[in-house]
């Protein structure tokens, strides 16, 4: 397994297919939801079988991380701990301080492991239950 890292222009052609094929059409997220301005500002993250893309995730400059995805066939294999790893790497390296992202509820513990703490209450995204979470990086 091979995690890549690079800007939306060098990785959105492998990216963008995997996250319309996890979020558009297994969880139903609208299809004009899944593209954002965050895109352009973001470093991307993208999980390679060989030469197959098989998940990907993204860093924005404020700490955020998100559209962690993983084809179906590809869960439970370690893509979703690489890709994670490597998104948390790269925020250290970038000498932020904290991380935060916008987990689905099925997912808290798998971020949990990780040392992200749930803040606040269950909202509803794109008709689906998130939870906000947050881990320090530094000290």
């Known amino acids: 397994m091979l995690i890549r890292l690079g800007s939306w222009d060098e990785l959105a052609g492998v990216v963008t297919p995997i996250r319309f094929c996890v979020f558009v059409d297994e969880q139903g997220v609208p299809a004009e939801m ?44 370690g893509v979703g701990t690489a890709l994670l790893e490597t998104l948390i790497l790269e925020a250290t390296r970038l000498g932020m301080a904290q991380l935060v992202l916008s987990a689905q509820t099925n997912a808290l513990g ?30």
């Not at 893309?53 to 590809?74: F, N, Q, Y």
């Not at 798998?110 to 530094?138: C, I, S, T, W």
């Open 34 to 77: 899944e593209l954002d301005e965050f895109d352009g500002l973001s470093r991307h993250a993208v999980a390679l079988a060989g030469d197959v893309p098989v998940g990907t995730g993204r860093l924005l400059p404020d700490g955020h991380i998100g559209r962690m995805a993983v084809l179906v066939d590809w869960r439970g294999r």
């Open 110 to 139: 798998f971020y949990a492991r990780f040392g992200f703490v749930p803040e606040g209450d269950a909202y509803d995204e794109a008709g689906l239950l998130h939870q906000a979470m947050r881990k320090n990086l530094a000290g």
